[in-house]
């Protein structure tokens, strides 16, 4: 089902009892107020999965909603990733230049954008200087996804004194947060039952999107999707493959996809494929970023789902997974932690090693 | 008009204006959504954890203790508050754990009371310890408040049978407003469905019985499955043929 012919109505078939009522009567309260989005890529990454699902249901309940993206160059996008490392720890060189260019794309956008409304909710650090533009009325947000917890220090200085001219900001786990002068909010992220990556699929559809990606269903499968992005330790999970292989005949498929905003991803890609050398029972798939009904058939044939990021936002492919009702093996970081039941709808691992345990005995 | 209807329509207004006196207030269904806010507070270990909560704002206490059903609809065999939680499982301290474990949040009429008997739990704990058991491979203990916004559902019920039909079909924040939040913030110690049912129907007995539901039992829609047994039960199996 495409998301603009979807409405609130059709939730009531895998919501709770009386939450779409509930939703409803809630929304009364906003009707009417202008809700704006803004985040840095339209397609490929949790974020925008989240908002291309999200801003149609707002809509539908009564909510003025627009999402605008942010538009910038290679140089802006690297130094974004950059940050986005430095942000979740990793120690990165950044140049003035590389630090004013990212103020300047902020500004342009901005000067494009014009953004208002009755709350503005900025999506992660690359639109977060947009705040110096912002107009007398109205509410900023900042909605951080990502993990705060261990930050560069120069790197979090730079973009905290943005953050300080918020209004409030919300994350994603208590952990990711860090001391600011200012309200600060939790709110798990979410996946949509309805989207073409978690809508129910009949064995025919498996079979044939199966067979259109050349894997064959002769042996139980193990996959990991996710972004190629070092984070996700698509290599780990290669070694930990090769661990469980020596003992159970298994497939292992690795699925991935570019997002806009991630120029590292091709980098990455090329060393999984490197790792995972002639096995012809390995098989690494780059796919579109629109390819969510590829992601939903290899999520419900495969045997075990694995996450094994070492840092990690939320990880919603675990909420996919566990909505398709299969057992995770999933990093014991981020929200992959408060997703996983340990030992009742999979196990958290700390090593390659524990990963190929788990999935050994699962 | 004739003299008799004259003089019978008065009487009829005022019958009229009784019975709608002599029927109950309608019971009206809210829900609740919660907002939590991160306080930038955290333990590691767990003389910080009481240090931490002794100073935490109320909201905090309720937080970690009541709300955890408004999270997790169904219990799923864990420790029913989080700071057992944390320190069964991230500091492992099991001893701990259990003990506050058992402490039933929804037994103390206040939730200074409620603070005050986890602090001491905690301060007798750790007395005889040294050193104080502290997180070493795990997570600290982060404080987060609660604010509960409520929400009309728009449902209401004046009959027994009406009341049974809403509880089937509510959102399950409804319960937990009404069956949970009401006895610690709102100063109804037996829940607002128990007072309804006991109070404007004279049914005192299953109003009892509803007040006794334990929700550690299964959560939210535990107390739902047991409460429309009830109900059935006291009706006669009217509703069943009507409803769930």
């Known amino acids: 089902m495409a998301a603009s012919t979807l409405t609130i109505e059709d939730y009531r078939e895998v919501a709770p009892k009386g939450a779409v009522d509930f939703l409803l009567r809630l929304a009364e309260r906003a009707r009417g107020r202008r809700f704006l989005h803004v985040n840095s890529t339209r397609v490929g990454g949790g974020v925008a999965e989240i908002l291309s699902r999200l801003v149609p249901i707002m809509g539908d309940l009564g909510i003025k909603t627009a999402w605008e993206v942010i538009e910038g160059d290679p140089e802006f996008f690297a130094m974004t990733k950059a940050l986005h490392n430095a942000l979740q720890g990793t120690e990165q060189a950044f140049t003035e230049t590389m630090l004013n260019h990212y103020l300047e794309v902020n500004q342009a956008n901005a000067q494009r954008l014009r953004p208002a409304g009755d709350l503005v909710l900025i999506h992660d650090p690359q639109p977060a200087a947009m705040i110096e533009a912002r107009p007398p009325e109205g509410k900023w947000v900042w909605r951080c996804h990502i993990d705060l917890s261990t930050p560069q220090r120069r790197a979090w200085a730079f973009l905290r004194r943005h953050v300080l001219r918020y209004n409030a900001a919300v994350f994603s786990l208590p952990a990711f947060a860090q001391q600011l002068p200012l309200p600060q909010f939790l709110v798990y992220p979410s996946i949509d039952p309805l989207a073409e990556k978690n809508r129910r699929m009949t064995k025919g559809e498996i079979a044939k999107i199966l067979a259109n990606l050349q894997i064959p269903d002769d042996k139980p499968i193990l996959l990991q999707v996710s972004r190629f992005d070092r984070f996700k330790d698509p290599i780990g999970v290669i070694n930990a493959y090769q661990m469980v292989k020596r003992d159970h005949d298994v497939r292992l498929v690795l699925a991935g996809g570019g997002a806009a905003d991630d120029p590292e991803g091709a980098q990455v890609l090329a060393e999984v494929r490197e790792a995972a050398g002639r096995d012809p029972d390995v098989y690494v798939l780059d796919l579109p970023s629109n390819a969510h009904l590829q992601i939903n058939a290899l999520q419900r044939s495969a045997t075990i789902v694995i996450q094994k990021s070492t840092r990690e936002g939320f990880g919603l492919t675990v909420a996919e997974a566990m909505w398709k009702g299969k057992p995770v093996i999933g990093g014991a970081t981020g929200g992959i932690t408060v997703q996983i039941l340990y030992g009742v709808t999979g196990y958290t691992v700390n090593s390659v090693e524990g990963a190929a345990y788990r999935i050994a005995i699962c | ?244």
């Open chain 2, 1 to 244: 008009m004739d003299h008799d209807e004259q003089d019978e329509q008065p009487l009829h207004g005022l019958y009229n204006t009784l019975r709608v006196m002599a029927q109950p207030a309608p019971f009206v269904f809210f829900g609740c959504i919660e907002l939590r806010e991160l306080l930038g507070l955290r333990a590691r270990d767990e003389r910080e954890l009481m240090e931490q909560l002794e100073r935490a704002p109320l909201g905090a206490v309720y937080y970690h203790t009541h709300s955890v059903f408004l999270r997790h609809y169904q219990v799923t065999g864990a420790y029913p508050n989080d700071f057992a939680n944390w320190v069964a499982s991230q500091v492992r301290d099991q001893v701990l754990g259990e003990r506050l474990a058992v402490v039933d949040p929804f037994a103390f009429g206040s939730l200074e009371s409620l603070r005050d008997e986890l602090v001491s739990i905690i301060d007798h704990h750790i007395a005889t310890l040294h050193p104080v058991p502290r997180v070493v491979f795990g997570d600290p203990f982060f404080f987060v408040q609660s604010h509960v916004i409520e929400v009309p559902t728009g449902l209401e019920a004046r009959t027994l049978g009406e009341f049974r039909q809403c509880l089937a079909e509510v959102d399950a924040s409804s319960i937990y407003f009404h069956a949970l939040e009401s006895k610690v913030r709102r100063g109804h110690p037996r829940g607002d469905f128990a007072d309804w049912i006991g109070q404007a129907h004279g049914r005192e007995s299953l109003g009892e019985e509803i007040a006794r539901i334990n929700p550690y039992l299964g959560g939210l829609e535990e107390i739902r499955v047991r409460m429309l047994r009830l109900l059935d039960a006291a009706l006669g199996g009217e509703a069943r043929r009507g409803g769930r």
